[in-house]
């Protein structure tokens, strides 16, 4: 069978990621390091000729795979499936806001429990299980209906967490010891039955941005 290379990249920096906001399903774009942070991605894999890039239906993945499809004449190919979770009423908060109002729900939250639903907000609560079968889900259906050799997908860190745990065979209810950075790449392959990791967390090619803002 034929092997497919994913490059799987969490989207850049929002002023909401810099306030340690949960996100979820709310629509925030890029914030101005963001944007550098997607040019350095574009600049990174300027010498891998993808064959397609998949993104979430998000501002905040839309805006950092742009330059991806620019740069490969391609045309992005949204998927909502690649959505990060939702957390419901949640959504918004810093953690110690949560903590506060919500602590039977943060308790769960930071215990990664399977199947509590957080109460809702704007948009209804998933559940950690639920979440993670659509995350996996999404990534089954684009490997396994696909024929291109190269792919970038797009999406956001609990993804990125689904992911890297299907890969490493992880408990989803294990506590996290593993890096998810803004604008990563992260590689891997599909060899018709198994996801395989190759490389994790790799920003060396955001060094750029750190040596412009030096010389500015």
């Known amino acids: 069978m034929q092997t497919t290379e994913i490059f799987l990249i969490r989207h850049g920096e929002t002023d909401w990621n810099k306030e340690k906001r949960l996100q979820g399903h709310l629509d925030i774009p890029l914030n101005a390091e963001g944007f550098l942070q997607a040019q ?13 890039v998949f993104s979430s239906d998000l501002l905040r993945a839309r805006q950092t795979a742009e330059p991806l499809t620019m740069a490969n004449g391609l045309t992005l190919q949204i998927d ?39 109460p809702a907000g704007v948009n209804v609560a998933e559940t950690l299980s639920e979440f993670s079968a659509r995350a996996i889900g999404a990534l089954q259906r684009i490997v396994r209906n696909t024929r291109h050799r190269r792919v970038a997908i797009v999406s956001h860190g609990g993804v990125l967490d689904c992911f890297y745990r299907h890969a490493e ?48």
Do not use: K
């Not at 350095?40 to 397609?52: F, K």
């Not at 039955?193 to 955001?206: C, K, Y």
């Open 40 to 52: 350095a991605l574009r600049a990174g894999l300027s010498e891998v000729a993808l064959d397609a």
């Open 80 to 118: 909502s499936d690649l959505r990060e979770r939702c957390f419901g009423v949640m959504e918004g908060m810093r953690r110690p806001e949560i903590a506060e109002r919500f602590p039977l729900d943060f308790a769960a939250l930071n215990n990664r429990d399977l199947d509590v639903r957080y």
């Open 169 to 216: 065979n992880i408990d989803l209810r294990q506590a996290r010891d593993f890096d998810i950075f803004n604008a990563s790449i992260n590689r891997f392959t599909w060899n018709g039955t198994q996801l395989r990791l190759i490389e994790w967390a790799d920003v060396s090619h955001l060094n750029a941005i750190s040596l412009d803002e030096v010389d500015r």
